[in-house]
Every structure is written in structure tokens, then in C-alpha cells.
């Protein structure tokens, strides 16, 4: 069983930066993929990044590449989420998901994930 804790939202300004942190509770950080994943109201829940626990492949949807960059840290529990240039369309709750699956595609999905943190909102106003 892993629990996540999502933290790091918050309202800013169109072109701003936020960076999210999602912290992962006991010892087996290591043997999880995770993945950031976001919602609107009345949406579906989708995906934004993924980093596998190989720590070999990152990928971004195509709305949010160049834009967010994904990154682990393995000595503290922790998946880190920046994003910068952030624009009013970004507005969502973020998710973080942790996974054992190490296929992109797979990844991709919310089906691909295990375990989910509870979500913390971003705003960006215009």
C-alpha cells in the first residue's frame, strides 16, 4: 500500500510557474512509475506526465510538453511536477499516481495506476 500526498497548488497568474510535489509514504518508492494526471469539473480525469521507476523514460502530453517537466527524487519519497508558462486552460486538480508499470503506453492511462493522491487545485487567471 503507498499513500500520496499531493502539495504545491495554488492560484497564479497566466505565465507563471507552480511546481507540485506529491510525497509517497513507505519503502518501496523505488518499485513505482508515477504520473501526474489532471481534472476539470464535469471532466474526465487526464494525463499530463509520467516518469517510470527506471528513471529511463519521461513523457509529456502533447498540451503541457515544453511547458512541465516531471522529476524524482528516490532519497525522499518524492515526485516533483514543474511547470512554468502556465496558462488559464491549466486550470484543474492535479493528481499524482504511482504504478509498477515500466510501458509508456500503458502509463498514459489512468488504468495504468495503482494508487492516487487526493488532488490539489491550480488556478491560473488571465
Known amino acids: 500500500q503507498v499513500q500520496l500526498e499531493e502539495s504545491g497548488g495554488g492560484l497564479v497568474q497566466a505565465g507563471g510557474s507552480l511546481r507540485l510535489s506529491c510525497v509517497a509514504s513507505?519503502?518501496?518508492?523505488?518499485?513505482?512509475?508515477f504520473g501526474w494526471f489532471r481534472q476539470e469539473p464535469g471532466k474526465e480525469r487526464k494525463f499530463v506526465a509520467s516518469i517510470n521507476k527506471l528513471e529511463d523514460n519521461t513523457q509529456y502530453a502533447d498540451y503541457v510538453k515544453g511547458r512541465f517537466t516531471i522529476s524524482r527524487d528516490n532519497a525522499v519519497n518524492t515526485v516533483h511536477l514543474q511547470m512554468d508558462s502556465l496558462k488559464p486552460e491549466d486550470t484543474a486538480v492535479y493528481y499524482c499516481a504511482a504504478g509498477t508499470s515500466v510501458h509508456t503506453q500503458i502509463l498514459r492511462g489512468a488504468r495504468g495506476y495503482m494508487f492516487w493522491g487526493q488532488g490539489t487545485q491550480v488556478t491560473v487567471s488571465s
Open positions: 513507505g519503502r518501496t518508492f523505488g518499485r513505482y512509475s
